[in-house]
């Protein structure tokens, strides 16, 4: 069935016009005028989804690029003003509460947040910062090289970093980095304006800084700024030390001591090829849905009507947006999967994660209200990161080889490893830039060089690359697209590790708790989701060493 286009500012006068004359006075009205302004709010959602899956599967065409951008000049501020007018009228109403709808306690005191930081003049701020975000797209998406005779897209020439041949690595790793070098400037001079206007849009709203701003803009009501810091601290004191563990092994097994370099990192410390879980995208597909049904048959069918749905583009090819994304449709009920699948282990894995999120969106689509569906990322990436672990029982369906399967799995727990302390590095750099909004870019690339020395892999030889690694960071496009959106991943994996860890001992039951916690959607706040899911909702020291050992631990055994 075709969505609901909009085309006009007027269409969505037209809607707002008659909600705001509507009265709020009863439990029953409340109920009903929420369930029309959803009805809305779902349409017009699902309208703007499509615009910018079509956009970034196809960043070459002007025609969805225009259409996306039309969105986002001439309806977005309108609707932007739009809501604001409609949460203030509800948070007006006597009891607001009191509708009839679970998850009230959550979504209330978000609209009245929402309302306190609206600024009309933000508006076209916001909108100039949607169109930057999508000339991040556009420059990121045209990123291509010469390999043997052919242009292929960097997330392609990446699988050769993989090679046990050196030479062809160090030469796949410098045709990525030349290529990247050549958008250094325009790339800083992006996100330089970015921050301007993030700034100003603070400013506007009576904040110090774009950091509070945004910690506030997202909803975070179950913890501070003090808590982020906490995090890092708590991953450079814990984690740390276990990653430069594992990665001194692997140098030590590859004969690497001292000449360990960035080409180096993603090769197998045993000198094997490049394990090949799929070849295409009907593949990956295939195979994952036999790995998810083995897991649960509920996952498997949730993707399956993806797929019937035309709801999956998994490849990667010239002029598609990176990265990978679930968007999740509301109004349809069904989401949509974007990935750049080259027939890496790492797809695979970013296959897994995404029917994570797709997966959250089936289970908790019974739920009337968006608010009650969409929930934080800190719940969002619980589900997906979750799926990436629960599964590894059922990676025999990617790998027919034992070896190979052990090694998948010992790489997979390795980059866990890493990503702890990576998401502490993108946090902290994001502190540094809005904290300090008129740094100079020597000031930004130190800052950056020293978040290596705290958080990163020292053992890697950057010496004559020190440029290279200078620009690391702009190949993170939540620094461009959804500022701050990193430290919920951190949060998550930990929340993953310990499903994980009640799933090793009674999968039945962790399942039960994992499915349970995904169908509440946003109707309790976070702490309350993940006891439901069996967890804490807790990245102190103590309880990020015990999940970080238990992890080390089952690196361990993967390599025995």
């Known amino acids: ?54 956009m970034t ?33 509800y948070v007006s109403a006597t009891n607001p509460e009191d509708c009839g709808l679970e998850g009230s306690q959550i979504f209330v005191p978000l609209m009245k947040k929402a309302v306190s930081l609206f600024r009309k003049e933000n508006i076209p701020l916001k909108t100039k910062l949607q169109e930057l975000a999508q000339q991040y797209s556009e420059i990121s998406g045209a990123q291509s090289a010469e390999w043997e005779g052919q242009t292929v897209p960097l997330q392609k020439l990446s699988v050769h970093l993989k090679s046990p041949n050196r030479e062809i690595r160090k030469k796949a790793w410098e045709a ?20 301007a206007l ?28 003090q808590d982020c810091f906490r995090f890092h601290n708590a991953v450079e004191e814990v984690v740390v030390p276990l990653m430069r563990k594992a990665e001194g092994e692997k140098i030590r097994k590859m004969n690497l001591s001292g000449d360990y370099r960035p080409w180096d990192v993603q090769a197998d410390e045993d000198a094997s090829e490049p394990a090949k879980p799929f070849e295409n995208g009907k593949e990956l597909y295939e195979k994952s849905l036999e790995c998810l049904r083995r897991t649960d048959p509920y996952f498997a069918e949730c993707i399956k009507k993806m797929h019937e749905a035309g709801r999956l583009d998994l490849e990667s090819r010239l002029g598609k947006a990176p990265g990978g994304y679930q968007y999740p449709l509301y109004a349809s009920r069904i989401p949509f999967i974007f990935m750049n699948a080259a027939g890496t282990v790492r797809d695979m894995v970013t296959m ?22 969409s929930v934080p990322s800190e719940m969002a990436e619980l589900a997906s990161m979750s799926m990436e672990l629960i599964t590894m029982d059922h990676w025999e369906v990617f790998f027919q080889d034992e070896k190979e399967l052990r090694r998948a799995k010992k790489d997979h727990l390795r980059d866990i490893l890493s990503t702890l302390p990576w998401i502490a590095t993108i946090d902290a750099f994001q502190h540094f830039l809005y904290e300090n909004p008129k740094h100079s870019r020597e000031e930004r690339y130190a800052f950056w060089a020293s978040l290596f ?51 090793k001992e009674n999968p039945k039951q962790a399942l039960e708790k994992y499915k349970q916690a995904l169908s509440l959607g946003y109707t309790r706040p976070l702490p309350e989701l993940y006891k439901a899911a069996g967890i804490a909702f807790d990245f102190s020291a103590s309880y990020i060493r015990d999940l970080s050992e238990f992890l080390y631990e089952e690196y361990e055994k993967c390599s025995q």
């Not at 995404?354 to 569906?373: K, N, R």
């Open 352 to 373: 897994l994660h995404e029917s994570g999120h797709a997966v959250h969106s089936f289970l908790s689509g019974h739920w009337p209200l968006m608010e009650q569906i």
């Open 198 to 225: 993030r700034h100003q849009m603070a400013l506007n709203a009576g904040f110090k800084n774009y950091r509070d701003f945004r910690h506030e803009e997202l909803g975070r009501m179950d913890y501070s700024v």
């Open 176 to 195: 990525i980095q030349s290529r990247k070098l050549k958008d250094e400037d325009a790339l800083n001079r992006l996100l330089d304006e970015m921050i």
């Open 453 to 503: 020395e705290r958080f990163g892999n020292t053992h890697v030889n950057y010496s004559g690359l020190e440029h290279y690694f200078n620009i690391r960071w702009q190949s993170q496009l939540h620094i461009y697209e959804v500022p701050f959106y990193y430290i919920e991943y951190g949060i998550a994996q930990l929340g993953a590790i310990a499903i994980w860890k009640n799933h």
């Open 1 to 54: 069935m075709p969505h609901k286009t909009f085309q006009s500012p007027e269409e969505i006068e037209a809607v707002v016009s008659d909600l705001i004359n509507k009265p709020l006075s009863r439990p029953e009205e409340k109920k009903e005028w929420l369930l029309e302004k959803n009805r809305f709010m779902q349409d017009i959602s699902e309208d703007a989804g499509w615009r910018y899956i079509h």
């Open 57 to 89: 599967c196809d960043t070459a065409s002007e025609e969805k690029k225009e259409n996306y951008l039309r969105f986002v000049r001439e309806l977005e501020p309108k609707l932007t003003e739009a809501d604001f007018e409609l949460q203030k009228k």
